[in-house]
T-cell receptor, first 113, second 116 residues
C-alpha cells in the first residue's frame, strides 16, 4: 500500500546547524510529495512540494528533491533558526485525489539559541 | 494565505455526551473539507471527506453514525462525536480546499478532545 516513513524525533539542533529530516515513501504510480510544518498552536502549513521526479521544492531556506530511484524526499536546510522549531510532516498524494493525502508521523524539531 | 479555524481548541466532556467541533474557512469558500484524527506520536488519519451540500464520504473503519459530519455551507463544516467514550479522546484536525486549488489543503489548528 501507500505509505510515508520519516525519521523519528525529536531532533534538537543549535542555531545555524545543518538540518536533514529523512523521508521515504511507498506508492503505486507517481505521487506528489509534500512537506508540511506545524508551528506551536497553529495548523499545518504547506512548506514545499514536488510533483514529479527530480523536481526540487524550496521555501524559506528549506529544500527537498523528489528522488524516484531512492523513493525519498528528504528535507534540508543549511542553517536553522530558533523560529524553525516546529513539527514537520512528510506527505504524499496518490492518484491525484485530495482524499488520498497520506502523512508520515511527524518529526519535532527544536532549535536552541 | 488561506485561513481555517476550529472551535473549540480543546474540550473535556463526560462519557456518553456528544461534542460538536466546528471548522470554518475564514477567507475563502471551501468546496471540500476533510476531517482527520491524530493519535499521540502517530500520523494524521483521514476520517472523512465532505463536500458542501452532500453527504460525507467516510474512510473504511470510521463509524458514520458516531462521527456525524455536516457541511451545510461553503465556509462551515461540523464534526459531532456522539455518545463519546474515552477511546474517542484524540486530536481532531480539519482541512479545506478551495475550488481553485488542486492539491493544497489548508489546515485548522486542531481540537483536543478528552472524554472522561
Amino acid at each position: 500500500g501507500n505509505s510515508v516513513t520519516q525519521m523519528e524525533g525529536p531532533v534538537t539542533l543549535s542555531e545555524e546547524a545543518f538540518l536533514t529530516i529523512n523521508c521515504t515513501y511507498t506508492a503505486t504510480g507517481y505521487p506528489s510529495l509534500f512537506w508540511y510544518v506545524q508551528y506551536p498552536g497553529e495548523g499545518l502549513q504547506l512548506l514545499l512540494k514536488a510533483t514529479k521526479a527530480d523536481d526540487k521544492g524550496s521555501n524559506k531556506g528549506f529544500e527537498a528533491t523528489y528522488r524516484k530511484e531512492t523513493t525519498s524526499f528528504h528535507l534540508e536546510k543549511g542553517s536553522v533558526q530558533v523560529s524553525d522549531s516546529a513539527v514537520y510532516f512528510c506527505a504524499l498524494i496518490y492518484g491525484g485525489s485530495q482524499g488520498n493525502l497520506i502523512f508520515g508521523k511527524g518529526t519535532k524539531l527544536s532549535v536552541k539559541p | 494565505g488561506a485561513v481555517v479555524s476550529q472551535h473549540p481548541s480543546r474540550v473535556i466532556c463526560k462519557s456518553g455526551t456528544s461534542v460538536k467541533i466546528e471548522c470554518r474557512s475564514l477567507d475563502f469558500q471551501a468546496t471540500t473539507m476533510f476531517w482527520y484524527r491524530q493519535f499521540p506520536k502517530q500520523s494524521l488519519m483521514l476520517m472523512a471527506t465532505s463536500n458542501e451540500g452532500s453527504k460525507a464520504t467516510y474512510e473504511q473503519g470510521v463509524e458514520k453514525d458516531k462521527f456525524l459530519i455536516n457541511h451545510a455551507s461553503l465556509t462551515l463544516s461540523t464534526l459531532t462525536v456522539t455518545s463519546a467514550h474515552p477511546e474517542d479522546s484524540s486530536f481532531y484536525i480539519c482541512s479545506a480546499i478551495s475550488g481553485g486549488s488542486t492539491d493544497t489543503q489548508y489546515f485548522g489548528p486542531g481540537t483536543r478532545l478528552t472524554v472522561l
